[in-house]
């Protein structure tokens, strides 16, 4: 993985520089409903105000990344992501109502307006951003990744050729499979499923040999289904970067903004060092860049239609992304994974802080 993360590092410089609580059972909203006519041609700030939440796309069930606890209270990084929109827009992160979708219904919910933003892993491809959506600024950098049984004696697709791999239907993964196919290992043979769930489940009752997603996924799988997780290893599928990445429709570009800086609000806090914690002295600061980032110095909040505390309310209410990665995904939380490409540029990772004047 050392020279996987080299080539990817220099590969993604580019992209990174310019670029840069309620119950699970959640009911869908109608499409042509509060969260649909309206905001999908436009006015999305205004169609989530009146309506007082933010439609968050969600996962069907990945800890770490998007999931209810047993209370039935949503958390993850592509939840707390969609929060951290609410606390800017709303004033709270809880104002917010998550739809569980599929890897097949994720794209067309947005699109017609089910939903107002999709944080749910999605990787960005060009094919999907000429369809309709707008992909803000990745908020985990992923690469696909396949996990067998340690038994196996298998650590690379090549050595792969000839299994059965469990594939979900409406995923990058399915291309990338193909791929492998075509190029490394021509006797693999896929087994389809539509949901994440029934493909999850088909690999840990022994119906495929291996499972292919983002490894991401596969972490937050193996820690939270495998009876011994250790009896698993996950391994590059094929070495390429997966910019998993929040995403709105086209045709509204203040909430596509409100968005995109909501996100960054996150990462600018970290490359400040301003925590949930420390903010509320850290509004005290001479330093202008901290003024005008929380809006002692004011600017920033009319230029996208908010008031001036709402990198406050953000930070105030979620930490900054460095705390959000951590207990969601990181040390603090079961999946321990190592931060990786998503820490700050200036630590060497992909995650760019861009400036707030």
């Not at 606390?87 to 919910?109: I, S």
């Not at 396949?146 to 299994?163: F, H, Q």
């Amino acid at each position: 993985m050392r020279g996987i993360g080299k080539r990817l590092l220099a590969g993604m410089c580019v992209l990174a520089l310019t670029a840069c609580g309620q119950p699970a059972a959640e009911k869908k909203p109608a499409a042509g409903g509060p969260a649909g006519a309206s905001a999908a041609v436009g006015g999305t700030l205004k169609a989530v105000r009146d309506r007082g939440y933010v439609s968050c796309g969600a996962s069907t069930g990945t800890v770490g990344f998007g999931a209810p606890d047993s209370r039935g209270y949503w958390r993850g990084l592509d939840v707390e992501t969609c929060r951290a929109v609410a606390a800017a827009v709303l004033g709270d992160k809880d104002k917010v109502r998550f739809v569980p979708l599929t890897g097949q219904q994720r794209l067309t919910a947005l699109q017609s307006g089910e939903i107002d933003i999709l944080p749910r892993t999605t990787t960005w491809t060009l094919a999907r951003d000429a369809n309709g959506v707008n992909f803000t600024l990745p908020n985990y950098y992923d690469y696909d990744g396949i996990m067998v049984r340690k038994d196996r004696g298998v650590t690379n697709s090549r050595e792969l050729d000839g299994a059965s791999v469990c594939v979900q239907t409406g995923s990058t993964t399915e291309v990338t499979f193909t791929n492998l196919v075509a190029s490394v290992a021509p006797n693999l043979k896929a087994v389809i499923f539509d949901s994440t769930q029934a493909t999850r489940q088909a690999f840990f009752s022994g119906r495929c040999d291996a499972l292919i997603t983002d490894a991401s996924g596969l972490a937050s799988v193996r820690a939270t289904m495998a009876s011994n997780p250790d009896d698993f290893i996950i391994f590059p599928a094929d070495g390429k970067l997966s910019p998993l990445t929040p995403a709105v429709r086209h045709g509204d570009d203040q909430w596509f903004d409100i968005v995109k800086w909501s996100f960054q609000a996150l990462l600018m806090a970290e490359e400040l060092g301003i925590t949930q914690a420390n903010i509320d002295e850290m509004r005290n600061s001479q330093d202008p860049t901290i003024r005008r980032f929380l809006g002692v110095e004011p600017g920033n909040g009319a230029a996208l239609g908010l008031d001036e505390e709402w990198t406050w309310r953000i930070v105030k209410q979620l930490g900054n992304y460095g705390e959000m990665f951590d207990r969601n995904v990181g040390a603090g939380s079961p999946l321990k994974l190592d931060r990786g490409l998503n820490r700050l540029f200036r630590d060497g990772g992909l995650m760019v802080p861009m400036a707030f004047n």
